[in-house]
Nanobody
Framework: VQLQASGGGLVQPGGSLRLSCAAS????????MSWFRQAPGKGPEWVSG????????YYADFVQGRFTISRDNYKNMLSLQMNNLAPEDTAAYYC?????????????????????WGQGTQVTVSS
């Protein structure tokens, strides 16, 4: 199982980045996906998530309207388009996968519910 995150970098405030997460070794379309982030000296926080089909998306209040999550189940790829970035968005960003075990399963923002994690990609927003 592998989740390979990429696309991070240094960007000025107001700029944009697109993160990608390539999945392999498991049935990607059967897993809910999320992005988490962790800033230096802070605990991890959930950023955004998407259901197995890609039709339902979820966002933390602090990224609502700025970030867009998407997935391509044919390419086993998860993406996060980040616009209007601010210095407080500086963090290591991680993609994570959670198996969908039931049609009644409620989407989770809790990191403990996610089985597989990528290695993280650093996003730095600074002028």
């Amino acid at each position: 199982v592998q989740l390979q995150a990429s696309g991070g970098g240094l960007v000025q405030p107001g700029g944009s980045l697109r993160l990608s997460c390539a999945a392999s070794g498991f049935i990607f379309g059967s897993y809910e996906m999320s992005w988490f982030r962790q800033a230096p000296g802070k605990g991890p926080e959930w950023v955004s998530g998407i259901d197995t089909s890609g039709r339902q998306t979820y966002y933390a209040d602090f990224v609502q309207g700025r970030f867009t999550i998407s997935r391509d189940n044919y390419k086993n790829m998860l993406s996060l388009q980040m616009n209007n970035l601010a210095p407080e968005d500086t963090a290591a960003y991680y993609c994570a996968a959670r198996p969908r075990r039931s049609v009644y399963q409620v989407f989770s923002q809790q990191q403990d519910d996610y089985n597989y994690w990528g290695q993280g990609t650093q996003v730095t927003v600074s002028s």
